[in-house]
């Protein structure tokens, strides 16, 4: 539990040091929970980025990336229909990251699915 809260703290670092804000962590709803929901601005509009995070000590048990399977996927997708219900002045494209912290290395998979 210990290494995903600061997993997740070093993400949330991570985007917010390269232009994005971060308007909510740890969002829960029945379906399941969003780690980091952050917004970034740009010529064309409004991205709103998912972003879950996926913490590993090694590779022991598999790669970070191989755990958001198409269920969780579709978890990730149910919860933030909800999320966004819950927030209408939030208007955007969505895009959904997934962001492997292997150790202290991280890495970005942006547009994951």
């Known amino acids: 539990m210990a290494r995903a809260r600061w997993a997740e703290e070093l993400v949330a670092s991570f985007y917010q ?8 962590r ?8 969003l780690d980091i929901v ?3 601005h ?3 509009g409004l991205t709103i980025v998912v972003i879950e995070v996926k913490a590993r000590a090694t590779n022991n ?3 970070p990336f ?4 198409l269920a969780k996927q579709k978890k990730l997708r149910i919860a933030t ?5 819950a927030n209408p002045d939030l208007h955007g494209e969505i895009r959904f990251d997934v962001v492997a912290v292997l ?8 547009n994951a699915f």
Do not use: M, P
């Not at 150790?103 to 942006?110: A, F, M, R, S």
């Open 17 to 24: 040091r390269n232009g994005y804000q971060i308007v909510a």
């Open 26 to 33: 740890n969002w829960h709803c029945r379906e399941g929970e």
């Open 38 to 40: 952050a917004t970034s």
């Open 42 to 44: 740009s010529d064309t």
């Open 61 to 63: 048990f598999g790669a």
């Open 66 to 69: 191989e755990a958001v399977t």
């Open 81 to 85: 229909t909800k999320f966004l219900a």
């Open 103 to 110: 150790g202290t290395k991280i890495e970005v998979l942006q």
